[in-house]
């Protein structure tokens, strides 16, 4: 299985990354620390995690130079987090990540959701921003320009908003795009979409989080290729997203865990076709969806 992508820039993305998405502050450090040792050398974080300084404390007492690690980050501008996407608020965002992070650049930088909220904060809708991601993505590409990020791309963006904001001229395309995709929801009209767009996708929840891993792990073709090949049902998961053509970002403060998961095998055609299969044939399911929760007038993830 590949071990790294390339990107259109020529850098090359390690495949499989620490994510930190609720690895809590006194947990984190140590979760990246144990990464780091294992061999790990892409962590995906995000300012909105809230965990930034205690990633970058990690980094720093880590003895892996910075031109060996990929670090990811997701803004929070009227694109960004989603009160921070105005074109004018994007750079202070990043400067707060990057100083958090102890780096003078990203990896690779994403607005986080395709919606934009009003400064004002309490979820308020900018329309207009929401509506036409350019003016944000314009920023993003000056700020890599500026040198402040190597690659630039989008995430939770459904095809209908990848359309819209490609349709733009654009200096640089959208890097990756990364979503939820899990055993609930593969998404294979996504991913094949994209392969046919060259956007390469990143797969977060990649377990199906913390509310869907213990069922993902007890699914039986899961269990039964883990069983025929002797390795864990976590690694056949992660393994399958390798084998599907994307990035994987796995999540897990537990040190034996964080180990686990770094490694992927390949598998054989039969058991990759059952579990796509599998995965293909229930109810497709979202396992993260803040529509709700935002009180937005339409699902962000309609139209896909
Ligand atoms: P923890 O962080 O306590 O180790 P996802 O990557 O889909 O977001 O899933 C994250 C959830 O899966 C977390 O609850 C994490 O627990 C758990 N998890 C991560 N890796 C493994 C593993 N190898 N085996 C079992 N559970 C795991």
Request: include cysteine; charged fraction near 25%; hydrophobic fraction near 40%.
């Amino acid at each position: 299985l590949p071990t790294h992508y390339t990107l259109p820039s020529g850098d090359k993305i390690p495949s499989v990354a620490l994510g930190v998405w609720q690895a809590g502050r006194g947990e984190v450090g140590n979760a990246v620390k144990t990464a780091l040792y294992a061999g790990y050398r892409h962590i995906d974080g995000a300012w909105i995690y809230g965990n930034e300084a205690e990633v970058g404390q990690a980094l720093a007492e880590s003895d892996v130079p910075r031109d060996q690690l990929w670090l990811t980050s997701k803004a929070s501008c009227a694109l960004l987090w989603n009160n921070y996407h105005a074109p004018e608020d994007i750079e202070s965002v990043l400067d707060d990540s990057l100083s958090k992070l102890g780096t003078d650049y990203l990896d690779l930088y994403l607005i986080h959701w395709p919606v934009a909220f009003k400064k004002t904060g309490n979820n308020v809708l900018d329309e207009e921003l929401t509506a036409d991601p350019y003016p944000t993505w314009q920023k993003l590409e000056e700020l890599v320009d500026k040198g402040k990020i190597r690659n630039i791309g989008i995430s939770n963006f459904n095809i209908r908003r990848i359309e819209n904001l490609t349709s733009n001229p654009l200096k640089y395309q959208p890097a990756v795009n990364q979503v939820e995709l899990n055993f609930w929801n593969p998404q294979p009209e996504l991913l094949k979409w994209s392969k046919e767009n060259d956007l390469l996708l990143e797969a977060y929840s990649p377990l199906g989080s913390s509310t869907q891993v213990a069922k993902s792990l007890a699914v039986p073709e899961v269990k039964d290729i883990a069983c025929k090949l002797g390795i864990t049902p976590a690694q056949v998961l992660i393994s399958w997203h390798v084998q599907r053509g994307t990035i994987v970002l796995p999540k897990s403060v537990t040190p034996v865990r964080v180990v686990e998961n770094l490694h992927v095998f390949e598998l054989p055609r039969e058991d990759f076709d059952k579990l796509e299969n599998a995965a293909a044939s229930h109810p497709q399911k979202r396992v993260v969806n803040p529509s709700k929760g935002w009180k937005l007038p339409f699902d962000v993830f309609d139209g896909e």
